[in-house]
T-cell receptor, first 115, second 114 residues
Framework: AQKITQTQPGMFVQEKEAVTLDCTYD???????LFWYKQPSSGEMIFLIY??????QNATEGRYSLNFQKARKSANLVISASQLGDSAMYFC????????????FGKGNQVVVIP | GAGVSQSPSNKVTEKGKDVELRCDPI?????LYWYRQRLGQGLEFLIY????????KSGLPSDRFSAERTGESVSTLTIQRTQQEDSAVYLC????????????FGQGTRLTVV
């Protein structure tokens, strides 16, 4: 069964600093995909970044990068040069390739960027 | 439109009434997901469709909840005899074939049961 764990309490980050959001997962499927989404106070879900379990390189998308440590089953999101607009909830998600294809989400991390 | 469309955007209903929530996925997206998000909480998986079939209904919280999808497009989530604990935002997402593709979300339906 899939399980995504995000346990950090709400985080305050100084503008222009970097922040790391932790995500660990549990799966018996050898192939899977990991996703991060952002949900600002408006409620929309915004896709940020994807990492495949067999990808050799850590994924990067602009100011977002994913620190993927397969042996530890962790997929931490790093946001560099934080901006006020980065204040939001951040969700980690996983989809198994050979499983039931459910896209399962963690409980989220709250980030507040302060000027 | 090009995105996932959900209707209504807001729904207030009396306890005990039935409600239907609609999701129009992005054209060509065979996978469709329903989630429930209570205030300040994470996304609770409800059901997943691949085409018109639902290989995973394990998240439906009770037999008052049902969902269907027709023509590999529109999906309807029905809640019968609504209870106050059903109050939440119901989110729909769709994705194209391939487990590595991201899911695109609609804006959600905010359901309030009074």
């Amino acid at each position: 069964a899939q399980k995504i764990t995000q346990t950090q309490p709400g985080m305050f980050v100084q503008e222009k600093e970097a922040v790391t959001l932790d995500c660990t997962y549990d799966t018996s499927d050898p192939s899977y995909g990991l996703f991060w989404y952002k949900q600002p106070s408006s409620g929309e879900m915004i896709f940020l970044i994807y990492q495949g379990s067999y990808d050799q390189q850590n994924a990067t998308e602009g100011r977002y990068s994913l620190n993927f440590q397969k042996a530890r089953k962790s997929a931490n999101l790093v946001i560099s040069a934080s901006q006020l607009g980065d204040s939001a909830m951040y969700f980690c998600a996983m989809r198994e390739y050979y499983g039931n294809n459910r896209l399962a989400f963690g409980k989220g991390n709250q980030v507040v960027v302060i000027p | 439109g090009a995105g996932v469309s959900q209707s209504p955007s807001n729904k207030v209903t009396e306890k005990g009434k039935d409600v239907e929530l609609r999701c129009d996925p992005i054209s060509g997206h065979t996978a469709l997901y329903w989630y429930r998000q209570r205030l300040g909480q994470g996304l609770e998986f409800l059901i997943y469709f691949q085409g018109n079939s639902a290989p995973d209904k394990s998240g439906l919280p009770s037999d008052r909840f049902s969902a269907e999808r027709t023509g590999e497009s529109v999906s309807t989530l029905t809640i019968q005899r609504t209870q106050q604990e059903d109050s939440a935002v119901y989110l729909c997402a769709s994705s194209s074939p391939g487990a590595g593709t991201e899911a695109f979300f609609g804006q959600g339906t905010r359901l309030t049961v009074v």
